[in-house]
Nanobody, 123 residues
Framework: QVQLVESGGGLVQAGGSLRLSCAAS????????MGWFRQAPGKEREFVAA????????YYADSVKGRFTISKENMKNTVYLQMNSLNPDDTAVYYC????????????????WGQGTQVTVSS
């Protein structure tokens, strides 16, 4: 099993920034990809960004390209999501997820999930 714990959410004004962290423990080698997803009220969970365990493969949803940056520190088993130029449409619960499907953006391909952290962007 892989345990994931997110932190760093909060309330920020439009145009502001936040950095989310996801600490992984347990059988972390079972998750060759680590990703961030988000879910707004009444909407389906959507892909945000993901990174391969080596850090060489990174991919983003079009809606966050140029504003969000995913990174990882293998020594700390931690993945980060730096979010800049936030707008109210980014308001959601953000989830960290672990999986092993190549370059996937489907929630179903990520069997391991954190509890989520709320990000609220005010206008």
């Amino acid at each position: 099993q892989v345990q994931l714990v997110e932190s760093g959410g909060g309330l920020v004004q439009a145009g502001g920034s936040l950095r989310l962290s996801c600490a992984a423990s347990g059988r972390t080698f079972s998750s060759s990809f680590m990703g961030w997803f988000r879910q707004a009220p009444g909407k389906e969970r959507e892909f945000v960004a993901a990174v391969g365990w080596s850090g060489s493969l990174i991919y983003y949803a079009d809606s966050v390209k140029g504003r969000f940056t995913i990174s990882k520190e293998n020594m700390k088993n931690t993945v980060y999501l730096q979010m800049n130029s936030l707008n109210p449409d980014d308001t959601a619960v953000y989830y960290c997820a672990g999986g092993s499907s190549w370059r996937s953006s489907r929630p179903a391909d990520f069997p391991y999930w954190g509890q989520g952290t709320q990000v609220t962007v005010s206008s």
